[in-house]
């Protein structure tokens, strides 16, 4: 076809050795969309079959067509999974945004007061509840002057955590929607919507 004028109607394999522009078109749709139409489902397995095509001919004739069938050549790649642990870098990742470390450093220090407030404020309660040279109202006291500080760190400690936890999860959203704006088109030929 050229101008939208069937200008010469032969096998595939004949149009394909004579015609230039039948030759520039199958190169073209090769280039963007690979061997074989991928909107039929071919299991993995049969990826490294031949598979026969059956064509009617323009002036009626039927034709064979034998495709290999190459990973290479084929536009959306199967995702390879993984299995196991993952370890510590994703989340090392995510405490590496946005001063995520200093964020879960105070939030490690702030619980360690807390509990070592706990622990204080049950020893002081334990050590003190029979000494009669402290009044029962000293002790109480004591008491909750050291549950309010340590209240006061376990809703710091929890603070920090929201924190954390917002400016981590915004810069790393940032980030997804600066690199899938700018990412080129063939990312988007190339990757499923459902995967985006």
């Not at 993952?86 to 090392?92: A, D, L, R």
């Not at 915004?170 to 990312?187: E, G, I, K, T």
Request: with cysteine; proline share 4%.
């Amino acid at each position: 076809m050229s101008d939208g004028e069937v200008i010469r109607s032969a096998p595939y394999q004949d149009l394909l050795a004579d015609c230039e522009e039948f030759k520039n078109l199958v190169t073209a749709h090769k280039d963007t969309t690979g061997a074989l139409d991928l909107s039929n489902n071919i299991p993995t397995q049969r990826s490294k079959e031949v598979s026969i095509k059956e064509t009617d001919g323009i002036h009626g004739s039927r034709y064979t067509e034998s495709v290999k069938l190459s990973p290479a050549d084929q536009l959306i790649k199967k995702e390879e999974r993984e299995t196991g642990d993952v370890g510590v870098k994703p989340y090392m990742l995510y405490l590496r945004q946005n001063k995520g470390l200093l964020y879960f450093s105070f939030c490690v220090i702030f619980h360690i007061i807390f509990v070592a407030g706990q622990i204080s404020q049950n020893s002081w309660m334990a050590a003190n509840v029979q000494n009669p040279h402290i009044s029962t109202q000293k002790l109480i006291s004591v008491y909750i002057i050291i549950g309010v500080c340590t209240m006061f760190f376990m809703l710091s400690r929890s603070l920090v955590v929201v924190v954390l936890g917002i400016r981590t999860s915004r810069s790393l959203f940032s980030q997804l929607l600066n690199s899938l704006f700018h990412a080129p088109m063939s990312f988007f030929d190339s990757t499923p919507v459902g995967r985006v």
